[in-house]
């Protein structure tokens, strides 16, 4: 049984990582990531991004985020600084050459008094 303290989360989605090893000489691996959002202070950080889908390199990717209490928004990529929205609600316009070629994930998170943090996006980048 696998328990988790979600009080000490923000609310929104996060992912749970399992990894098994087998104790033999092999040492065979399993893997399994859970999707998990966090409802504790019915806060919501909304995100969107333009076009949806997929851009060519040369497009702009208009990226859009709300949450009623927070303070700032910071987008990101991978865990990369992708740029900051002052306030609780707002947009980037980021060149689409800007992540790279290929599928790219794109998150937000929020500061204030509530944060919380969104589910990825996923735009294809060709």
Same mark, same amino acid.
């Given at each position: 049984?696998?328990?988790?303290?979600?009080?000490?989360?923000?609310?929104?989605?996060?992912?749970?990582?399992?990894?098994?090893?087998?104790?033999?000489?092999?040492?065979?691996?399993?893997?399994?990531?859970?999707?998990?959002?966090?409802?504790?202070?019915?806060?919501?950080? +909304?995100?969107?991004?333009?076009?949806?889908?997929?851009? @060519? %390199? $040369?497009?702009?990717?208009?990226?859009? *985020?709300? !949450? =009623?209490?927070?303070?700032?928004?910071?987008?990101?990529?991978?865990?990369?600084?992708?740029?900051?929205? +002052?306030?609780?609600?707002?947009?980037?316009?980021?060149? @689409? %050459? $800007?992540?790279?070629?290929?599928?790219? *994930?794109? !998150? =937000?998170?929020?500061?204030?008094?509530?944060?919380?943090?969104?589910?990825?996006?996923?735009?294809?980048?060709?």
């Amino acid at each position: 049984m696998l328990q988790l303290d979600t009080a000490k989360l923000v609310d929104g989605y996060h992912e749970l990582r399992v990894v098994a090893v087998k104790a033999s000489k092999i040492q065979t691996r399993g893997r399994l990531i859970l999707p998990v959002v966090v409802n504790n202070h019915g806060q919501k950080l +909304e995100l969107s991004i333009t076009p949806k889908g997929s851009a @060519a %390199a $040369t497009d702009m990717v208009t990226i859009t *985020a709300r !949450q =009623a209490s927070a303070t700032a928004i910071t987008i990101r990529q991978n865990g990369r600084k992708v740029g900051r929205i +002052e306030g609780d609600n707002g947009q980037l316009e980021v060149l @689409a %050459a $800007t992540f790279g070629r290929g599928p790219i *994930a794109l !998150q =937000a998170q929020s500061e204030g008094p509530q944060p919380a943090v969104s589910s990825p996006l996923v735009i294809e980048i060709r």
